[in-house]
């Protein structure tokens, strides 16, 4: 192979590399397997989240569908007349991760209110009865002070009618492949670091 075309491919493997470099998720729910695709009442059988306060209700699907297309999702107020509470059967680790989340209101003219924990992210989302799903986005920093569960709260104590919830993604920050320069420049340290050991070698 022609010195060329050595370097070409290099130079496509290392722009190929850096593409890659993505912040991972980690964990993603769209609630939309769940129970079969079937809404259902004080639904306790979720597959990544445990209820552990009040109740919330899965819908969506033409189950009580308040914002139809959505697949299902969840109405953080069950039909119990608690709010309800759900943590991620997932624990996470020490790290910084990018929590995001659809969020709207209970489109039934009440305000939809969540507080959503993970480490030191402590964050309580208010919107009005109307607003669509929008989505919301946080940092979280987990040590293991902090809440190593991702727990959403309804922030409404009393009544049927609770915020709705879907599309729960976690992200670590863009870490992986490192780019082009910085994998020339290590390469170039550790060259650098090999020459010195043998002259010390020598
Ligand atoms: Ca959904
Ligand atoms: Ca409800």
Request: aromatic residues 8%.
């Amino acid at each position: 192979m022609r010195p060329t075309a050595r370097s070409l491919l290099l130079a496509t493997a290392l722009l190929m590399g850096a593409g890659a470099a993505q912040a991972a998720i980690v964990f993603q729910d769209s609630f939309n397997a769940e129970n079969g695709g079937a809404g259902a009442l004080n639904y306790t059988s979720f597959a990544n989240w445990t209820v552990t306060g009040g109740s919330v209700d899965l819908i969506g699907n033409g189950f009580f569908d308040l914002l139809p297309g959505n697949g299902l999702y969840v109405d953080m107020n069950g039909t119990t007349g608690q709010g309800g509470t759900i943590a991620s059967t997932t624990v996470f680790g020490p790290g910084t991760y990018t929590v995001s989340f659809d969020f709207a209101g209970s489109a039934r003219g009440l305000d939809g209110i969540v507080t959503v924990t993970l480490g030191d992210l402590t964050q309580t989302i208010t919107l009005s009865s109307s607003t669509p799903f929008t989505t919301q986005t946080f940092a979280a920093n987990v040590s293991n002070a902090g809440t190593l569960n991702l727990t959403f709260a309804s922030g409404i104590p009393g009544g049927d009618f609770g915020g709705l919830l879907d599309n729960v993604v976690v992200r670590t920050p863009e870490v992986g492949v490192p780019e082009p320069a910085s994998a020339l420049l290590l390469g170039a340290g550790l060259l650098g670091l090999g020459l010195l050991r043998r002259r010390r070698a020598a």
